[in-house]
């Protein structure tokens, strides 16, 4: 038995209750699942991280690929519960980039890249991968592409440490303590 047929079955049963917090996911044409809620851009991150903070927001960039099982997962299992995909659609700006696209993105130094390009750029390897950034893009240009981050996930992650990584960059978690400490501080 799989783990996808393990949760079909807790749920025929009842011991898994999973509400949609949204619409189900759309499949783009691009082969990508994608939220109702997430951010329509220009596809430029300055502007993108600044509309975010006028709004009140945290910006992140979910990095996917077409196929990718566990990027199907995130959309199917975490956003499909509604206190994550709530707390996330008010707390944050979600662009979703695929990581081999050639949508053109403009990077906080100014620089032009194909999505494929930029994902090498900021050495992004697996899908998904959630990179997440300051409040302000002021003087990102100036950092090294990694170091522009507060903090990235790179991989699936199960629902409760999925919301928790989220509520740890709300909270600004990342100015005081390791993701690890920041959950082993949670109540159980």
């Avoid at 509309?51 to 099982?69: S, Y």
């Avoid at 699936?156 to 990584?165: G, H, K, Q, S």
Wanted: charge should be negative; aromatic fraction near 14%; glycine fraction near 6%.
């Amino acid at each position: 038995m799989n783990r996808r047929d393990l949760l079909a079955g807790m749920a025929s049963i009842g011991a898994l209750t999973v509400t949609r917090g949204d619409a189900e996911p759309i499949l783009t044409d691009d082969g990508l699942y994608k939220e109702s809620w997430f951010l329509e851009s220009f596809l430029d991150l300055p502007d993108d991280l600044e509309d975010a903070h006028k709004e009140g927001k945290r910006f992140a960039i979910m990095w996917e690929l077409k196929g990718c099982p566990y990027c199907k997962e995130t959309h199917f299992v975490n956003f499909a519960q509604a206190r994550i995909s709530d707390y996330i659609r008010f707390n944050f700006e979600v662009l979703q980039l695929n990581i081999i696209g050639s949508r053109k993105v403009t990077d906080f130094d100014g620089a032009e890249l194909g999505e494929k390009e930029l994902a090498a750029k900021y050495n992004i390897r697996f899908t998904p991968t959630f990179q997440f950034f300051p409040e302000r893009a002021e003087g990102l240009k100036d950092l090294a592409p990694t170091k522009r981050e507060v903090a990235r996930a790179p991989g699936y992650m199960r629902p409760d440490d999925f919301l928790a990584l989220f509520r740890y960059i709300r909270e600004k978690g990342y100015e005081t303590k390791s993701f690890r400490d920041f959950l082993k501080a949670l109540p159980s």
